[in-house]
């Protein structure tokens, strides 16, 4: 019953984006991990002329500490929109907090291996470690969302995919879409943003072959149908983030590439 509770709650108060609808966009730093290793300020000032407003970090910060990685996102003019990281628990929960406190963030993403996922005892743990999270962050206004990659969609488990058992967690557990591995997957990215509804807060958006192991490419270059992802993104997304894995091409062009190509549909907002 709970399974059907909470999914309910997913699904329940979907609002899919007005065309005028417009997102801050972000760049998940794992895409230009190289790059921004040999050269940070170089590349943050890139993202900043090619229209990104924020990036997304990883728990590697440049051996600097988050005041003053705070210091150098604000130099040019972008925001921290959250991280990725392994699940909170206890141990880890003052580090984190203070970490989200002093680069502003609200929202932290975690990924769980495919073996975490292979059983339904195993996601039944992982949902436990979700939502003890959930709680641990909650009275610090910080939300946390699940990142995925194709294991949590690519099968049905007690007739859920594990992607949905996941956000059974908790009411207070949140999904952040990464539409490229939905689409390896098989499932539709329109038809999952639209049934997780409200409960999605970020999209990770990528292009390429749509194939397991194949490098990836800019956004509006490889075969997503991105004009109709745009279009099914929920009103409750705070933020459109690219990220890509590896690319066959300068990395650093197609990021800028990729920022042009949503700019061009006008639902990014400046500023």
């Known amino acids: 019953m709970v399974f059907v509770s909470y999914i309910s709650l997913a699904t329940s108060g979907n609002r899919i984006c007005n065309p005028m609808k417009q997102f801050p966009l972000a760049l998940q730093m794992w895409s230009v991990r190289t790059q921004a290793a040999q050269n940070l300020d170089s590349v943050l000032a890139s993202l900043a002329s090619y229209g990104y407003t924020g990036v997304e970090l990883t728990a590697h910060h440049y051996q600097l500490s988050p005041t003053e990685l705070r210091d150098r996102l604000d130099a040019h003019g972008l925001k921290a929109a959250g991280t990725h990281g392994p699940c909170v628990d206890k141990t880890h929960l003052q580090q984190s907090v203070e970490t989200a406190q ?36 909650k009275p610090y206004g910080i939300k946390v969302m699940f990142h995925n990659h194709w294991w949590e969609y690519d099968r049905l488990v007690n ?22 591995w939905v689409a390896v997957a098989g499932q539709a990215p329109s038809d999952i943003l639209k049934r997780f509804g409200n409960r999605v807060l970020s999209v990770h958006l990528k292009d390429g072959p749509m194939e397991k192991g194949k490098q990836q490419t800019a956004l509006g270059d490889g075969k997503m149908d991105m ?12 933020w459109v983030v690219v990220e890509l894995d590896g690319c066959n091409t300068d990395m650093m062009e197609a990021v800028r590439k990729s920022a042009e190509f949503l700019i061009s549909k006008n639902i990014i907002r400046k500023g």
Not at 159 to 180: F, I, R
């Open 227 to 238: 004009p109709h992802v745009l279009s099914s993104l929920p009103d409750s997304v705070e």
């Open 102 to 137: 002093a680069l502003g963030y609200n929202r932290i993403g975690f990924n769980f291996r495919e073996p975490d996922l292979e059983t339904a005892d195993k996601i039944k743990a992982s949902m436990d470690r979700f939502a003890e999270a959930a709680e641990l962050l």
């Open 159 to 180: 007739g859920l995919l594990p992607a949905e058992m996941l956000l059974c967690a908790s009411s207070q557990v949140y999904a952040q879409v990464d539409t490229y």
